[in-house]
């Protein structure tokens, strides 16, 4: 196995200079906005996907670094030079996962606390944007509103959630409420947050193009504002989300019997370490998905995210 | 039309939009205090289909003008009116280029210049005619479905110029639009401008601090003099129209009036910093 992961780092150097020179003319960065003649430019949605062959020279860079790192981590355990009980090299997660995977952890099935834990996190992201980003946009533009809850939420935001958890227990119980509150709290403070700083943000100077054009305030609201305050959204709505999905741990420690996050804990206290690596490395790659996902929505949605015009 | 002879005396009584005895003072650093007196009695009036610059420093206060025009600023003494009727607020009869383009990114620039019509509700078939009208005319009509990013500086600037009119407003404010664009592209902006102003015989309203601007655009020249702004002189600019820039530089008139308009410039900066005057911090951007 490490054959091959040392194969694509020594291959590195003389892959990656070649594809120096074609970096000035990133079909992705306008730096010469003057020249308005390319008529057939593709759509900025597909920029990333169409013309250029996946591993790029910055992907590339990275992939050589993870297949590094992997394989130090691999002969630490092949060549003990670390004890596999304190850090299970790649190869004992993989068995793990395989063992997992055959006949689950705890009788429930490996996927399922993936599920599990997904369908926690997406739920409470969903109400979190819902009633968020409206609350924020409101703050972003009347200060008697923005008066009233930012005290609240100045407070509640910094504060480690898990400081919550016995609170929570007794207002919601043990049940699904609690694991949903946890999460959702921690993400709706920071999109609220970020949704008010998106609507501060918006250009001054096209509301009034808007208001010379005969643009009523509620058309300015949802035909200026509301585009003109998305492309902050969005990054906001990535960062909440990142935050909430770390909340999960919290959550899934309130007497959780499945989940990827009480299934990290739980295998913990029967030193299970590769477990507990797993849980983590499906943590890891969970949470990068939903970012990429909202990435690629936004790409979709906000092409004229920064764009000056 | 192109025998039309500017005539330099006000129509008062035909008067399309009007300034009476305007004064603005501006809030001190802090909030508090007088603050300094920005315009001071300010009068002056447009005629319907008049193209009128108004010149000064900057800081003068001319862009206050335009902003207590197009509704954004309220006058602390004195009258705003159009047709007689007083401006309280931004409206879609009175059109505004300002000096940056401020398209909306995430419109095309079709949709741009069809803003205000599908805000209005426009009929769908009056508005693509208009909007394919009006891109015509400003030379963008094969950049219609462009994002306006993809556009150079002046092309965005002709893109909005596009949505202002495309409204038929009574009048056109304009912000120096031409302020932030290279000196070639500057040209042929104002070149089109007029091209298009003579079709429509809007009433313009054009704000700048460019002399050579000013006269090859103008009927007539409001000169404004600095802290407090006031109309220092009215200056009426008696070339035949269409104007090109070359035949402008070879009349006679047009040295004597440039250096009239130069001297009364200086004259309104002179006036504005008194001796004893403290030193000033910033002029506020107006």
Known sequence: ?309 | MSTHVPHPTVRHEAARISLQGVSKRFAGPSGQGAGHLVLDQVSLSLAAGEFVCLLGPSGCGKSTVLNLLSGFERADQGLVQLDGRPITGPGAERGMVFQQPTLFPWLSVADNVAFGPRMAGWPRDRLQAETRRLLAQVGLADFGEHFPWQLSGGMRQRAALARAWILQPEILLMDEPFGALDAQTRLAMQELLTRIWQQERTTVLFVTHDVDEALFLADRVLIMSTRPGRIEEDLAVPFERPRTFEDLVAEPDYGRLKRRILKALRHGEAGAAPLQSPPQPLPRAA
């Open chain 1, 1 to 309: 196995m490490s054959l091959e992961s040392l194969s694509v780092v020594s291959a590195l150097p003389e892959q990656a200079a070649p594809d120096r020179p074609d970096r000035p003319d990133r079909p992705d960065r306008p730096d010469r906005p003057d020249r308005p003649d390319r008529p057939d430019r593709p759509r900025p949605s597909g920029r990333y996907f169409v013309g250029r062959a996946w591993p790029g020279p910055r992907a590339r860079i990275s992939l050589a670094a993870v297949a590094l790192v992997l394989t130090l981590w691999q002969l630490s355990g092949s060549l003990r030079w670390i004890d596999p009980l304190l850090l299970p090299p790649p190869s004992d997660i993989w068995v793990a996962a395989q063992e997992l995977l055959q006949s689950g952890y705890r009788q429930t099935p490996l996927w399922q606390h993936v599920a599990i834990s997904a369908g926690r996190a997406v739920a409470a992201f969903a109400v979190a944007i819902v009633v968020g980003v409206p609350l924020g946009l409101g703050m972003g533009r009347w200060p008697t509103l923005a008066a009233v809850f930012d005290p609240f939420v100045q407070f509640l935001r910094p504060l480690p959630k898990i400081a919550l958890i016995p609170l929570v227990i007794v207002w919601f119980g043990i049940g699904e409420g609690a694991k949903f509150f946890l999460i959702f709290i921690s993400s709706f403070l920071s999109i609220v947050v970020g949704a008010a700083a998106a609507a501060q943000g918006v250009s001054q100077a096209r509301i009034r193009a808007a208001q010379t054009l005969g643009a009523s305030p509620r058309q300015v609201f949802s035909h200026v504002l509301l585009p003109d305050a998305l492309p902050g959204i969005f990054t906001s709505v990535r960062l909440s989300v990142g935050i909430g999905w770390t909340s999960l741990i919290a959550a899934e420690m309130v007497a959780a019997n499945a989940g990827l996050g009480w299934m990290v804990i739980n295998a913990g206290t029967y030193l299970r370490t590769d477990v507990v690596l797993l849980g983590i490395v499906l943590l890891g790659l969970t949470g990068y998905l939903f970012d990429a996902l909202l990435l690629l929505a936004q790409r979709r949605l906000v092409p004229w995210a920064g764009r000056d015009a």
